[in-house]
């Protein structure tokens, strides 16, 4: 099984819909991470959160929310989706600081 | 703000050859981390190899190696006895030392592999 599980794996949906990336880990990790990737620009930062009462935002935050339910959970939130949040979308999970990132397969998202 | 460059979007090998991916980085920082992940066709994101800014020694994992010269803050990654499970994308990520950590990606670099 995956230690760090995205669902859905695919979505396609329409402008102004909102929107649920969900992220779960079993490694036991502080910090979770969402990012975006978009042809030609690597990923970005979206949100972070290095625990349940600690979220903070990233480089590209407006127009998402995020949710940590438990150590475990992670989820983004596309309030009002619009067509150029069409991207990859990708959770990560760290032990700390100076460890590398562990990456979910990614949710692809199509708003049309 | 750190930045991270790979100036290569595209390189090619021949199966068994060796090549070389470029990296550069800036920043003001003295202790931080630098990445190289691979993404395949697939979609994942693996962790290839991981050095730390203090440490001298370049990193190495099996085929793949690490060209790491703090003072020009260039980070190449050298893919050794290339194989065709290795045709992906490369990203090369930053993590600065301080209470964060979160990770700066560069722009990626497609590499093809030729039988």
């Known amino acids: 099984d995956a230690d760090v599980t995205q669902t859905p794996r695919n979505r396609i949906t329409k402008t102004g819909k909102r929107i649920m990336l969900e992220c779960s880990q079993t490694k036991g990790h502080d910090r979770m991470y969402w990012y975006r990737q978009d042809p030609g620009l690597g990923l970005r930062l979206i949100y972070y959160?290095?625990?349940?009462?600690?979220?903070n935002k990233g480089e590209i935050s407006d127009g998402y929310s995020v949710s940590r339910q438990a150590q475990a959970k992670f989820s983004l939130s596309l309030e009002s989706a619009i067509p150029n949040q069409t991207a990859l979308y990708f959770c990560?999970?760290?032990?700390?600081?100076?460890?590398?990132?562990?990456f979910g397969d990614g949710t692809r998202l199509s708003i049309l | 703000a750190q930045t991270v460059t790979q100036s290569q979007p595209e390189m090619s090998v021949q199966e068994a050859e060796t090549v070389t991916l470029s990296c550069t980085y800036d920043t003001s920082e003295s202790d931080y981390y630098l990445f190289w992940y691979k993404q395949p066709p697939s979609r994942q994101m693996i962790l290839v190899i991981r050095q730390e800014a203090y440490k001298q020694q370049n990193a190495t994992e099996n085929r793949f190696s690490v060209n790491f010269q703090k003072a020009a803050k260039s980070f190449s990654l050298k893919i050794s006895d290339s194989q065709l499970g290795d045709a992906a994308m490369y990203f090369c990520a930053y993590a600065d030392g301080g209470s964060q950590g979160n990770l700066i990606f560069g722009k990626g670099t497609k590499l093809s592999v030729k039988p």
């Open positions: 990560a999970t760290s032990l700390d600081r100076d460890q590398p990132q562990h």
């Open positions: 959160s290095f625990d349940v009462k600690d979220i």
